[in-house]
């Protein structure tokens, strides 16, 4: 489709596990967003890439996330060790530089 | 397909104008609906509608939600330079994981 795509929809995993959430921005934004919601609470910005320059990691909550966008296209957050506070829906959004934002349907991760 | 449909995509006013904003949805188990208004990193939260016909303000700002018509309207009054931002609507629901579909956004520009 013409919009952005996450995978996977529902993950559940155990406490220390390691785990991966895939964005597929629309083609051709150079700009890509992750944010994390809690359920009925606003969102809380993770990290942001923009065309080649270096991402602005200040919205991570802890040395145990990571993200990378290979090739200015398809982004990976990873979460390292998760804790159960991890538990959230994790939102991806893309734009053209600086442009309204388009958001992804999320990925719901559930940390046991 | 869930759906949720923003209009007017964009809107130019001039400070002291009243703007109302639209969202209408199509979507399977209704939990909620929220309006953010996004400025520079993660869009903040306004309001939150679970019940429709009772109006929540905050200021000069209010929402109110017909579940009939499916759709809410956030209404702006007086507004200020300040208030130029773009506006979002998601809609939760009782299925997809808690997950929350957004519409495209409004963005407002206010004039002095």
């Known amino acids: 489709g013409a919009g952005v795509s996450q995978s996977p929809s529902n993950k559940v995993t155990e406490k220390g596990k390691d785990v991966e959430l895939r964005c597929d921005p629309i083609?051709?934004?150079?700009?890509l967003y992750w944010y994390r919601q809690s359920l009925g609470q606003g969102l809380e910005f993770l990290i942001y890439f923009q065309g080649n320059s270096a991402p602005d990691k200040s919205g991570l909550p802890s040395d145990r996330f990571s993200a990378e966008r290979t090739g200015g296209s398809v982004s990976t957050l990873t979460i390292q060790r998760t804790q159960q506070e991890d538990s959230a829906v994790y939102l991806c959004?893309?734009?053209?530089?600086?442009?309204?934002?388009?958001f992804g349907p999320g990925t719901r991760l559930t940390v046991l | 397909e869930d759906k949720v449909v923003q209009s007017p995509l964009s809107l130019v006013v001039h400070e002291g104008d009243t703007v109302t904003l639209n969202c209408s949805y199509e979507v399977t188990n209704f939990r909620s609906l929220l309006w953010y208004k996004q400025e520079k990193k993660a869009p903040t939260f306004l309001f939150m509608l679970?019940?429709?016909?009772i109006e929540k303000k905050s200021g000069r700002l209010s929402s109110i939600l017909d579940k009939k018509e499916l759709s809410s309207i956030l209404n702006i009054t007086a507004t200020q330079t300040g208030d130029s931002a773009i506006y979002l609507c998601?809609?939760?629901?009782?299925?997809?994981?808690?997950?929350?579909?957004f519409g495209d956004g409004t963005t407002l520009t206010v004039k002095p």
């Open positions: 998601a809609v939760e629901q009782y299925t997809n994981a808690g997950k929350s579909t």
């Open positions: 083609s051709g934004h150079t700009a």
């Open positions: 959004a893309s734009s053209h530089e600086r442009g309204r934002e388009f």
């Open positions: 679970t019940s429709s016909g």
